[in-house]
Every structure is written in C-alpha cells, then in structure tokens.
C-alpha cells in the first residue's frame, strides 16, 4: 500500500490540525493503521494506532484527550485530529499500515509494513 500523509503546518501552542493519510493499493480497510512521530535529535515513536474497523483505539499517554484516530474506509484515508497542541508536539508525522491484515491492531513499528513520507507539524510557544 502507498500511504501520503498531508495537513501538517505551523501552529501556535493550544492550536489545532488535522492530519490526513491517502492510502492507495492494497485494501486498506483490511488493515491496522497507526501514526508515529519523529522530533529532531529523537527516535520514532508510537503516537496512535486504530484497528481495520475502528473498533479498536490506542494513544500513548502524552497525547490521550488531545488527539483522536479515526479513519474512513470508504475515502482509503486515515485521520489524526491534534488538539491542545504543545510545543512538545513538534515532530514529523508518519502514517504506517501493519503489515499483514492478520493483526487486530498494531503498535509496534516492527509490526507495521508500509510508511508514508512524513508531513512536518511545528508548535510554536
């Protein structure tokens, strides 16, 4: 699957985005979806993980109540909403399918198989 994460920008400290990930190829709707995030000089890190049929959610606990995972199954498109966002929140943003649809859901990066290009949020203070 190609994945294309859109919507990142700058915004102020207590400001909003909402990120978006065009999935293309194989069925996406068959498949765990996830966000990650990568701030300058940091490792990669897990930031939210949906299931193929939305039923399941899982946030790392920096972001619990001010972000929420969503997707579209019918549009091919996964969402990040970022509210109350901190300065802390500044990273480039990834946007991951697991990779076999066998997983329920996915959070670790080994489970995941495709990537797409991340798309820049910058919060200023």
């Known amino acids: 699957v190609q994945l294309q994460a859109s919507g990142g920008g700058l915004v102020q400290a207590g400001g909003s985005l909402r990120l978006s990930c065009a999935a293309s190829?194989?069925?996406?709707?068959?498949?765990?979806m996830g966000w990650f995030r990568q701030a300058p000089g940091k490792e990669r890190e897990f930031v939210a993980a949906?299931?193929?049929?939305?039923?399941?959610?899982y946030y790392t606990n920096p972001v619990k109540g001010r972000f929420t995972i969503s997707r579209d199954n019918a549009k091919n498109t996964l969402y990040l909403q970022m509210n109350s966002l901190e300065p802390g929140d500044t990273a480039v943003y990834y946007c991951?399918?697991?990779?076999?649809?066998?997983?329920?859901?996915?959070?670790?990066?080994?489970?995941?198989?495709?990537w797409g290009r991340g798309t820049q949020v910058t919060v200023s203070s």
């Open positions: 949906i299931s193929w049929s939305g039923g399941s959610i």
């Open positions: 991951a399918a697991a990779k076999s649809s066998a997983l329920v859901i996915a959070i670790g990066e080994d489970d995941f198989g495709s």
């Open positions: 190829g194989r069925t996406f709707r068959t498949y765990a």
